[in-house]
C-alpha cells in the first residue's frame, strides 16, 4: 500500500513566536517554489502554535502541538487541552515524545489516555516510540517497543486509529549526531509494523511510521529510501528553513 511520506519538524522549547511565524514563511516560500508529495507540518512551542498556524495558512504546511492534556478542560494548571489545541488551528499533536517519557513522567497508561483525548477531537496523533541504548544493547529492544506500542493503542479500534502515525526514535539518536544506520532504522521499523499488524491488522499497511533522531539533509533521502520508513520527525534540523527544506526534498 502507498503510504505517503510524511516529514513532521518537533520544534521543542526553542524559537519565539516571531521567529517561529518568519520559519513556517520561509519554508511555505520553499515550498512554493519546489513543491514536495510529502506531508509536511510542524510542530512549535504551544504558545506559538496559533500563530505558527496563522502564518502556515495557505501553505500545504500543517502545524502541531507536542503534547496534550486528556481532558477537555478544567483545574488543571499549566496544561494544555485537545480542544485548544484545535481551536489554535493545528491538526497534529505529538504523544510520548522520548523526552516526555524522561523528564515528565510519561508513561505508556497516560500516553494512551492522551491518545483518546487527541482521537476523540480529530487531531491527528503522532505517537513516539524508542528504545535506550542500554535497552537495545541488552538485548530489549522488539520487548521495549512492543510494550510501549501495546501499552500505547491499548483499547482502541482499527477504526479508530485510521490516523495514527508512529514515530519511531531511538533515544541514542536524538540530538546526539548519531543516526541508526539505514539498515537499523529500516529492519526495526519492519518489526515495528508486525507489531502494529498484531494490534490493528491490515490497517498496520497504511500507518506512517516516522523515523527520528539526528536526522539531517544529507542523511534524509536514503533513510526516507526504505520501504518501512514513511517519513521523519526531526528536531535540530527543523529550526532552519534550508535544512528542513532539504530532507522535506528528501522525500521526493
Ligand atoms: P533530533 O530530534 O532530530 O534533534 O535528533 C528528533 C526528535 O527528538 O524528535
Not at 230 to 240: F, N, Q, T
Request: glycine share 12%.
Amino acid at each position: 500500500m502507498a503510504r505517503q511520506k510524511f516529514i513532521a519538524g518537533n520544534w521543542k522549547l526553542n524559537l519565539t513566536i516571531a521567529e517561529g511565524t518568519a520559519l513556517v514563511a520561509a519554508l511555505a516560500k520553499g515550498l512554493a517554489e519546489k513543491p514536495t508529495k510529502a506531508e509536511v507540518a510542524v510542530c512549535p512551542v504551544a504558545l506559538a502554535v496559533a500563530a505558527v498556524a496563522a502564518a502556515a495558512k495557505g501553505s500545504p504546511i500543517g502545524v502541531g502541538a507536542q503534547n496534550t492534556h486528556w481532558e477537555d478542560k478544567g483545574a488543571f494548571t499549566g496544561e494544555l487541552s485537545p480542544v485548544l489545541i484545535k481551536d489554535a488551528g493545528a491538526k497534529y499533536v505529538i504523544l510520548g515524545h522520548s523526552e516526555r517519557r524522561q523528564y515528565y513522567g510519561d508513561t505508556d497508561a497516560l500516553i494512551n489516555k492522551r491518545l483518546g483525548a487527541a482521537l476523540k477531537h480529530g487531531l491527528v496523533p503522532i505517537v513516539c516510540i524508542g528504545e535506550t541504548l542500554a535497552e537495545r544493547q541488552g538485548g530489549k529492544l522488539e520487548q521495549v517497543l512492543k510494550t510501549q506500542i501495546t501499552g500505547a493503542l491499548a483499547g482502541f479500534t482499527a477504526d479508530q486509529l485510521k490516523t495514527l502515525v508512529i514515530a519511531y526514535e531511538p533515544v541514542w539518536a536524538i540530538g546526539t549526531g548519531v543516526t541508526a544506520t539505514t539498515a537499523q532504522a529500516q529492519e526495526t521499523h519492519a518489526y515495528v509494523r508486525s507489531v502494529l499488524k498484531g494490534v490493528v491488522g491490515g490497517l498496520a499497511d497504511s500507518i506512517r511510521i516516522q523515523y527520528g533522531g539526528s536526522v539531517k539533509a544529507d542523511n534524509a533521502k536514503e533513510i526516507l529510501s526504505q520501504p518501512d520508513v514513511d517519513g521523519a520527525l526531526v528536531g535540530g534540523a527543523a529550526l532552519k528553513a534550508p535544512y528542513f527544506l532539504a530532507i522535506i526534498a528528501g522525500a521526493g
